[in-house]
């Protein structure tokens, strides 16, 4: 089968080839076992060369919002009250967990995207630095 792993966009490039080349391979043969075995390469070496981001929270329920045609009265029912979601889009608050748990469940959104943290408005993004007992914190 001669099958090695994918370090180089040429090795990359070759699986691909080598896949389109096995996309018709009949089932139970070496031949599919082949194609399977670099799919399963190349998507390692897709997610660790070729990563797409996660998306921003809030853009993400503006998008699934806009998805199923729910007004903000209607993310209302999901996040609090009228003036919460305000607030939650235009980056004013934080998500809160049961916030995100509803959002998850009712309009379907990854939990990995809705608990990543983002910036308020008006916020710029600080490294804290600290010494080695967790003593005075200096802001960067």
């Known amino acids: ?13 070759n699986a691909l080839k080598e896949i389109e080349r096995l996309l018709d391979a009949e089932a139970g ?6 194609l399977e075995v670099l799919s399963i390469l190349v998507d390692i070496y897709e997610s660790e060369h070729y ?3 996660l998306p921003d ?5 503006e998008y699934h919002a806009e998805r199923l045609k729910l007004s903000r009265k209607d993310l209302a029912e999901h996040i609090g ?17 049961k916030m995100i748990r509803n959002l998850n469940t009712a309009l379907d959104i990854p939990l990995d995207i809705l608990t990543q943290d983002y910036e308020l408005e008006g ?6 630095r600290g010494n080695l007992f967790g003593r005075e914190l200096v802001k960067v």
Do not use: G, H
């Not at 001669?2 to 370090?7: D, L, S």
């Open 1 to 13: 089968m001669n099958i090695k792993p994918i370090r180089t966009k040429e090795d990359y490039e």
């Open 29 to 34: 043969t070496p031949e599919e076992d082949k």
């Open 51 to 53: 990563a797409i981001p």
């Open 57 to 61: 929270p809030i853009a993400a329920i």
């Open 81 to 97: 009250s009228a003036s919460c979601v305000s607030e939650i889009l235009n980056r004013k608050r934080r998500l809160t967990m």
């Open 123 to 128: 916020q710029k993004k600080e490294k804290n």
